[in-house]
């Protein structure tokens, strides 16, 4: 048997065969209309890539560089090394910012998971007046940050507070002063965030339940399977890729906070105190307070080190 490919040729439209040998030469009319159209597109794209360079990418490559370096924004340049990173390691502050970030995290991503989820369920059943409770657990997420840990500061003031008034009219003698006591202070800020968070991820997952096929629950209904076994064995399994897109978001979201710790914590003296700090306070602190950019380079490496390796682990865990 001839295992050689037989050269079948190719024909126009007119029934005319095709030469492979001629080579298409383009005019240089048809190079300038060429190029032409390839500025044009890349003047579109221009603006927003510009953009990108001069405020994203050139920071990022100079943050790099400069966790080597010794500046202070005034002096010249000098070769640190690694001591800026031995520096880090030794620093109280740091660790307990890094130690605080990981509480947060930890606290904060499965249970903002557990209560988006129970509210997505609950809500996407045909209730009275859904829609308005969908819209009062979404506004904690739209509202704006200054007002709602105003509010809530007021709910869970130690002396005055609805929260502690209540607690000491069930017979609790002595309330948590929330905030205000080191102890409880990280509880109240994963308690404020969890509360803040849920709306926004459970719209989400009321998308991916409304995704999910209803003949998979009347069929099981037909089988005589109750309802904590559809929930296990239908609806987890079909909100598996919204539950990893929601952990990915929300644990890069919880490593990176500020501003809900610094208005719960340190807006009225404006500092946090050691049981509070979290990583990006104290990179603030270390660059714009004491001007130790070098240093604060550093811990925005530390950092984006942990972010990545994390979520690294969760797409390697995803994946098995």
Request: proline share 3%.
């Amino acid at each position: 048997m001839n295992n050689k490919k037989e050269n079948i040729p190719a024909f126009t439209a007119d029934g005319l065969p095709i030469d492979r040998s001629i080579k298409i030469v383009k005019t240089k009319a048809a190079k300038r209309a060429e190029i032409k159209l390839n500025l044009i597109a890349y003047s579109f794209l221009a603006p927003n890539f510009i953009g990108f360079a001069v405020f994203t990418l050139v920071p990022i490559v100079f943050a790099f560089a400069l966790a080597f370096l010794n500046w202070n924004g005034n002096t010249a340049m000098t070769w640190a090394g690694l001591d800026n990173f031995r520096y880090i390691f030794s620093n109280e502050m740091f660790l307990a910012s890094l130690r605080n970030t990981f509480v947060y995290t930890i606290g904060t991503v499965p249970l903002t998971l557990v209560v988006s989820l129970f509210l997505a369920i609950v809500l996407n059943q045909k209730l009275k007046g859904r829609n308005f409770f969908r819209t009062v657990s979404f506004f904690p997420y739209v509202g704006s940050l200054v007002a709602i840990t105003a509010v809530w500061n007021m709910l869970f003031n130690p002396s005055m507070g609805p929260i502690n008034e209540m607690l000491r009219a069930l017979g609790v003698e002595n309330p948590p002063r929330w905030i205000a006591d080191n102890d409880w202070a990280m509880f109240t800020i994963v308690l404020f965030s969890i509360w803040k968070y849920m709306g926004y991820y459970m719209v989400i997952y009321l998308a991916g339940l409304q995704g999910i096929n209803t003949e998979l629950y009347e069929a099981s209904s037909i089988d005589g399977v109750n309802t904590w076994q559809k929930f296990w064995y239908i609806t987890l399994p079909q909100l598996k890729n919204t539950t990893f897109f929601i952990l990915i978001m929300l644990t890069i979201q919880c490593f990176k906070v500020y501003d809900i710790v610094y208005m719960l914590a340190g807006a009225g003296s404006g500092a946090l105190s050691e049981a509070t700090t979290v990583l990006v306070y104290e990179i603030y602190n270390s660059a714009f307070r004491y001007w130790r950019l070098g240093v604060a380079s550093a811990e925005a490496l530390v950092l984006f080190a942990i972010v990545l390796a994390v979520t690294i682990i969760q797409f390697r865990l995803d994946k098995e």
